[in-house]
């Protein structure tokens, strides 16, 4: 059985210059680059991803964007 209970937490305090376009770039990155970088598997796109900021305002943009990508949770 193969029971992968993941949830990614990204928090834009935590990204030094966050934007739309490093999520684009950090999850468009090929699995085995994405893990050398952050030290981490690559979401698959059906893994639950949580973004968070002070005001939920960039949060709200990155879950869009990822959501554009193809994330679906």
Not at 13 to 31: S, V
């Amino acid at each position: 059985m193969n029971f992968k209970p993941y949830i990614y937490l990204i928090n834009e305090k935590l990204i030094k210059n966050f934007t739309a376009a490093t999520l684009a770039w950090g999850l468009n990155l090929i699995r085995p680059k994405f893990s050398a970088i952050y030290n981490r598997e690559k979401p698959q796109l059906s893994d639950s991803i949580i973004f968070t900021c002070k005001s939920g305002a960039r949060a709200l943009l990155a879950a869009q964007n990822a959501m554009n990508m193809g994330y679906t949770k």
